[in-house]
């Protein structure tokens, strides 16, 4: 009997991953395509740009959809299996020959680990680098024959120290640093004192120095221009990029140095935070769809609602998804405590998970 209810454990577990790497492969295809014609007119506009451009864009941008779309894949693969299963009486007989609630949902559980565990890996390792990659070759209109890229900024916008600094760009020129398109308001008790419009700036002396520069009293509406100028703020380059970070475009080592150094200066490491826990709580919500889907497999097969069941737990696993990104962007914005951001969707819809499964064990 043990030996059976070892290979009924394999045929769950291959069901799985077939109907997953089958699904995934469904929605990377489709997504890609339709990506693609959006975003092929923009490529192909580029001086020189042919199909190795296209295959460019197609290489870089297929990670970012493996990596979000996984944990749906897994989903929809826990969903379809359970419900073929169950259409087709195998859990009946899987229950029959003594096997729990929880001895049949063990191999969804180990391969979604498994799954867990090469998500985390291939997003560190293939999507960090393929998005910031990506990135800046957008940043430069899909330039065909671009330079290696630099440690560049684009479209800044920082509010630090009374007050709120936005620039076009700002890149590093070996020692230097040079912002271009500079704005800086300052602000007293939420309103604008003054502006400050500048061409460029570059730091100094540990200052910035604006050129080209021009004011806007905010109380006489006078404009005055003034060439250059010293901008005194304690905003140096290193806080500057530091509080500039794309979190979805940096290793995990880098990023952790960044908040560290946001921290020591009192910047705001809210947002930052919550991307590095995020890092691993996305990854971990595939864990979660067993769980959930659980409810399409198991039930009273003659009461002829085997859809409505599968229905159900795919609407669990797109609820989790709507909840994950509410209490990231809360958790983003320092509403709630950045780990109560990343992972109290993970915690609670386990919770309820495990509660379908008691209930139907029962």
């Known amino acids: 009997m043990s030996y059976a209810r070892n290979i009924l454990t394999n045929y769950v577990g291959r069901m ?3 109907r997953f790497i089958g699904l995934l492969i469904f929605f990377v295809i489709i997504l890609q395509m339709l990506d693609l014609l959006n975003r092929s007119s923009d490529i192909l506009a580029a001086e020189g740009a042919g199909t190795a451009q296209m295959l460019r864009y197609i290489s870089l941008r297929t990670p970012q959809i493996i990596s979000q779309f996984t944990p749906f894949a897994a989903l929809l ?6 419900a073929g299963l169950s259409h087709t009486s195998e859990i009946t007989v899987m229950r029959a020959a003594g096997m729990s609630v929880n001895r049949v949902l063990f191999p969804l559980g180990f391969v979604c680990g498994l799954i ?8 560190e390792t293939v999507t960090v680098r393929a998005s910031e990659m990506l990135d800046y070759w957008e940043v430069n209109d899909y330039a065909v024959d671009l330079p290696p890229e630099s440690d560049v900024r684009t479209d800044i916008r920082i509010n630090y120290d009374g007050e709120f600094i936005a620039a076009e760009s700002a890149a590093r020129y070996g020692d230097a640093v040079v912002l271009t398109g500079v704005t800086i308001y300052d602000m007293d008790e939420g309103l604008i004192d003054e502006a400050i419009e500048a ?5 100094e002396e540990g200052a ?17 221009a003034t060439g250059e100028v010293i901008w005194t703020n304690s905003l140096d380059p290193e ?26 200066d009192r910047a705001d490491t809210r947002g930052p935070m919550t991307q590095l826990l995020s890092r691993f709580s996305k990854p971990m919500a595939t ?8 409810i399409a497999g198991f039930g009273v097969h003659r009461q002829g609602v085997l859809l409505a069941r599968a229905v159900t737990g795919a609407a669990l696993g797109f609820g989790y998804f709507v909840a994950e990104n509410l209490a990231l962007a809360f958790g983003s914005l320092g509403v709630v405590p950045a780990i109560i951001g990343a992972f109290f969707p993970l915690a609670i819809f386990m919770v309820v998970g495990f509660s379908i499964i008691l209930a139907m064990e029962n």
């Open 239 to 264: 806080l500057l990029f530091a509080m500039t970070l794309e979190p979805g475009q940096t290793s995990l080592p880098e990023l952790a140095a960044k908040i560290r150094q946001l921290n020591n």
């Open 116 to 123: 867990t565990l090469a998500h985390f890996i291939f997003h």
């Open 16 to 18: 799985f991953f077939v």
């Open 199 to 203: 061409r460029s700036a570059r730091f």
């Open 77 to 82: 693969g826990v969903v379809l299996t359970l």
């Open 287 to 294: 864990l979660v769809m067993p769980l959930l889907g659980a």
């Open 208 to 224: 910035w120095r604006l050129f080209g520069a021009r004011g806007l009293n905010a109380l006489t509406q006078q404009v005055t």
